[in-house]
């Protein structure tokens, strides 16, 4: 399995873009890039997915780079309620075996 | 659309004993997968059920084990169970195949 790397905390101006990025340079061609986030004791919540396209949702938007190396979320417009810990995952279709790693914890300030 | 339910939410058992989770999928989800969660060690994956069959099982102690129904309902269970063992438990349910996990609000297991 690819594994993925996002740096484990980062902060953000509410109002503001957030960018979310991870690293994914063993993702074979087969897998695609999920993100999740999982606000304070509650159970994760899906964002977005993609394999090689740009994707947008009413959400947030996933930016895949060419090589399918690295992919940086963002989330347009922050709000206090955006606050979580984000994760990206590199997932198989057909195994169905999602497995998290530490994610990035997001904070976004007033 | 009622969401994924588990039960119960809380509990808190002594070493030794053993305990049984139920998870209760959205409808029309035939995955389910269990995941434990720790301060230490993060989420991880436990195991996940399709059609009753165990089709992944990620690194834990023969104590953990699964179960899920005709009806797609689950249960994990866990036997012996140590100080270690205190955690959030956390099941997701998904249409078979999808990435997309839709995960109940967790029962929080304390171990004393």
């Known amino acids: 399995d690819a594994k993925t790397t996002q740096p484990p905390s980062m902060d953000c101006a509410e109002g503001r873009a957030a960018n979310l990025p991870c690293n994914h340079s063993t993702i074979s061609g087969n897998e695609y890039v999920y993100w999740y986030r999982q606000i304070h004791s509650q159970g994760p919540q899906y964002i977005i997915h993609?394999?090689?396209n740009n994707e947008t949702n009413e959400m947030a938007s996933l930016i895949i780079t060419e090589d399918r190396k690295s992919s940086t979320l963002i989330l347009p417009h922050a709000t206090l309620r955006d606050t979580a810990v984000y994760y990206c995952?590199?997932?198989?279709?057909?195994?169905?075996?999602?497995?998290f790693g530490a994610g990035t914890r997001l904070t976004v300030k007033p | 659309k009622a969401g994924v339910t588990q039960t119960p939410r809380y509990l808190i058992k002594t070493r030794g004993q053993q305990v049984t989770l139920s998870c209760s999928p959205i409808s029309g989800h035939r995955s389910v997968s269990w995941y434990q969660q720790t301060p230490g060690q993060g989420l991880q994956f436990l195991f996940e059920y399709f059609s009753e069959t165990q089709r992944n099982k990620g690194n834990f102690p023969g104590r953990f084990s699964g179960r899920q129904f005709s009806n797609s309902r689950s249960e994990m269970n866990v036997s012996t169970l140590e100080l270690g063992d205190s955690a959030l438990y956390l099941c997701?349910?998904?249409?078979?195949?999808?990435?997309?996990?839709?995960f109940g609000e967790g029962s929080r297991l304390t171990v004393l």
């Open positions: 993609g394999l090689k």
């Open positions: 995952i590199a997932y198989l279709y057909n195994n169905n075996d999602m497995r």
């Open positions: 997701a349910s998904s249409i078979q195949n999808t990435g997309e996990l839709f």
